[in-house]
């Protein structure tokens, strides 16, 4: 899916206090292209990101998601946007640690009405593609870094979203183990999806296609 965010303002409101985030960003990121964001920290770009993720609205300006102002769209219908194309990947996993792998996949299905069948089908079929099929019942504290990233790819690339955004995915991960994961994603974007990467690991960024700087909510190069 192609990405057009055009002049967009983040302004954060707390008490009579309103911080400026994000400043005039104007970034397109075409249907299938494999982006690294950088930049220092505070400088934006997870509010940028939670933007791209229809997570969040921008203050001023417009985002265009293959060609599809979602300005006009309510709540609801950006959730379903969210759902139906976007899966995300964090830093820290956000695993639940009482569930197994194969639990963890399974749950955001169970939760959009998947039949358990179905949901536990997929999950499988997803676990095995991130070469985790050794580790299906095993717990997050059973599991090396690596693969508790591999199952939080699995959980996000299981209802085959067509824009994957990961914050940081290699930041709690070794160099090795940064380098695997990765790979992962170099993979998952030679198979068409969009892939767009917020990293400090300037070794990270340099294997993307491009790399976009953020600085004081401003990009500075591209
Ligand atoms: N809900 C909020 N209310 C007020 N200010 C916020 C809110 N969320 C973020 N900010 C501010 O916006 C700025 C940018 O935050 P953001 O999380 O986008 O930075 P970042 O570039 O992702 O940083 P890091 O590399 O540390 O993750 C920060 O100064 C932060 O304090
Ligand atoms: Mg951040």
Redesign the pocket.
Known sequence: MSIEIKNVFKT???GDEY?E?LTNISLTIGDGEMVAIT????????????IIGCLDRPTKGSYLLEGQDTGGLNDKKLAAIRNEHIGFVFQSFNLLPQYTALENVELPMLYANTSPGVARKKAREALITLGLEQRIKYKPNQLSGGQKQRVAIARAIVNTPSVILA??PTGSLDSKTGKEVLEVFKTLNKSGKTVII?T?DPAIASETNRAVK?KD?VIEEV
């Open positions: 954060y409101k707390n911080t985030v930049g220092p920290s505070g400088s934006g770009k997870s509010t940028l990101m939670n914050d940081e917020v400090h953020i909510g």
